[in-house]
């Protein structure tokens, strides 16, 4: 008898799977990897246990698969090509909320493929902001890794504390893009305009750092 697996057009086969991965995208973003069961996936993608096991094998298969979907989002493809030109920021705004939610989770479960995302888009954003100073835009850092570091991290920030926003921000969902514009255009107006109209805070932060016998 011929298996209904082996029926499946190449297309309905693809289809179920990218389904599943959709499935899986959602529910280990809001809930985590580890509270997730396969058959929870299975059900919130309409297909059977079994054909889940058949595409991915285990949980940890369709993780893998779930990573590199989402890294290869936020690249734009091969390369690092859609980080490039605003050091990943617009790549970040582009993505759909499952998808943030789902990046924010696996920054913080600190995953493989997550760590190594997140130093690409450190160097990246190192060029970046390197470019900017020679051309005149951005000034000069006196630690430029750290610099590029402390973007990233501010960056991807809303991605893990999206709850707290929400709550402090009276916004249903920070994911929604009206949302991510008014948080994100405010962290924007810090770089651009600055915080401090005086150099005290530096000066007492340099004051802790010599008593320290700090470098």
Same mark, same amino acid.
């Given at each position: 008898? @011929? ?29 985590? +990897? ?8 299975? &059900?919130? &993608? ?5 054909? +889940? ?28 090509? &859609? ?15 499952? +998808? ?23 160097? @990246? ?60 255009? &405010? ?20 004051? @802790? ?7």
């Amino acid at each position: 008898m @011929v298996s209904v697996l082996t029926m499946r057009s190449e297309t309905d086969d693809l289809t179920a799977r990218a389904r599943i991965r959709n499935a899986a995208l959602e529910l280990f973003g809001t809930e985590g +990897v580890n509270r997730v069961s396969l058959r929870a996936v299975a &059900a919130r &993608a309409g297909v059977s246990h079994a054909l +889940v096991l058949h595409h991915f094998g285990t949980k940890e298969g369709l993780r893998q698969e779930c990573d590199a979907y989402v890294i290869s989002l936020i690249r734009g493809g091969p390369g690092v090509e &859609a980080l490039e030109d605003t050091g990943g920021l617009a790549a970040m705004l582009e993505a759909g909320a499952p +998808v943030r939610r789902y990046l924010g989770r696996a920054f913080l479960d600190g995953t493989p493929a997550a760590a190594t995302l997140f130093d690409e888009i450190v160097e @990246v954003t190192g060029r970046w902001l390197e470019q900017g100073v020679a051309e005149g835009w951005a000034r000069p850092s006196d630690d430029p890794r750290a610099r590029a570091a402390i973007y990233v991290t501010w960056l991807l920030a809303p991605l893990a504390f999206d709850g707290h926003l929400s709550r402090v921000l009276d916004m249903s969902d920070v994911h929604d893009m009206d949302a991510t514009m008014r948080y994100s255009r &405010a962290g924007i107006e810090i770089f651009t305009r600055g915080l401090f109209t005086d150099d005290r805070a530096l000066s007492a932060w340099d004051a @802790v750092r010599k008593q320290r016998g700090s470098r």
